[in-house]
């Protein structure tokens, strides 16, 4: 489905500044889009916003403009949670978890269980998800008992299993490592054109692979938007906000992975 925010404003109390302010963007159906900025920036609250968890757990909230997904216009935002149409993923993966399974296995199907899927399918779902995110060997195992970074692929394959045409990931390679990062890669670009995806980061490197749409946030406002090739032509003016580790080794790996920036880049930021 595509996503579009018109003037969009939020904030949490009636005496409080806007956390997001006159956000206005589309995000095309089956697109990629990063959400990008420093802590505080507003990028959960943004994704809280469009899958409906904003207004549904923080009433005193006080939005302005709107959110439309697909045909559905929702003045300021979404009510209530829009799942399975739209699924969350929130990056404490712990508060993603029921409780009310033991298993891996059954807290991947619980999602199932909520939209009433049929047994047999439910079953060929689970384990299909599962087999997606590369945790079919945990599938007898208690959530609560993995570590973060399989507590987060368990969260992930719980949404895969019911198809959500949009999917909304909140820093999701934070606890990863480099191999479930590489999963993430290949999951993430094989939804494409299938899946509206939208994701948070402070991070440039899974960005750059798996998005061709950003979004950047500075104190809740949009500095940025739009497709990969401005992006990474405009990438000098971020560098004072975006809090990148160490940029003059970052970029000169990104640049390996992305040959036709290479130059772009290493001249943008002075790199020798």
């Known amino acids: 489905m595509e996503i579009t925010l018109d003037r969009f404003s939020f904030h949490y109390a009636p005496s409080q500044q806007d956390v997001v302010s006159g956000i206005t963007m589309g995000i095309p159906k089956g697109s990629c889009c990063a959400v990008l900025g420093p802590t505080g920036a507003g990028k959960t609250t943004l994704l809280l916003a469009i899958s409906g968890a904003l207004a549904a757990h923080y009433s005193s909230g006080v939005g302005?403009?709107?959110?439309?997904?697909?045909?559905?216009v929702f003045r300021?935002?979404?009510?209530?949670?829009?799942?399975?149409?739209?699924?969350?993923a929130l990056q404490e993966s712990h508060l993603m978890i029921s409780g009310l399974h033991e298993t891996v296995r059954g807290e991947?199907?619980?999602?199932?269980?909520?939209?009433?899927?049929?047994?047999?399918?439910?079953e060929e779902k689970i384990v299909l998800a599962m087999e997606n995110v590369g945790i079919l060997h945990l599938a007898e195992r208690n959530?609560?008992?993995?570590?973060g970074g399989e507590l987060q692929r368990v969260v992930l394959a719980a949404l895969l299993a019911v198809q959500p045409a949009v999917l909304l990931l909140d820093e999701p390679s934070n606890s990863l490592d480099a191999e479930a990062t590489a999963m993430l890669v290949r999951i993430l670009r094989g939804l494409h054109k299938n899946t509206t995806v939208v994701f948070s980061d402070h991070q440039l490197d899974l960005a750059i692979l798996v998005a061709d749409r950003f979004l950047v946030l500075q104190d809740g406002e949009m500095v940025f938007f739009?497709?990969?090739?401005?992006?990474?032509?405009?990438l000098e003016q971020f560098k004072g906000f975006l809090p990148v580790d160490q940029w003059s080794k970052v970029i000169p790996q990104l640049s390996r992975k992305h040959a036709p920036h290479i130059r772009l880049l290493s001249r943008l930021l002075e790199i020798r």
Request: charged share 25%; no cysteine; aromatic share 8%.
């Open 64 to 72: 302005e403009g709107e959110i439309a997904i697909g045909p559905k």
């Open 76 to 88: 300021p935002m979404p009510d209530k949670i829009l799942f399975p149409e739209v699924g969350l």
């Open 108 to 122: 991947v199907g619980f999602s199932l269980e909520n939209i009433g899927t049929d047994t047999k399918v439910k």
């Open 143 to 147: 959530p609560f008992m993995l570590s």
């Open 226 to 234: 739009g497709e990969k090739k401005p992006f990474l032509k405009n």
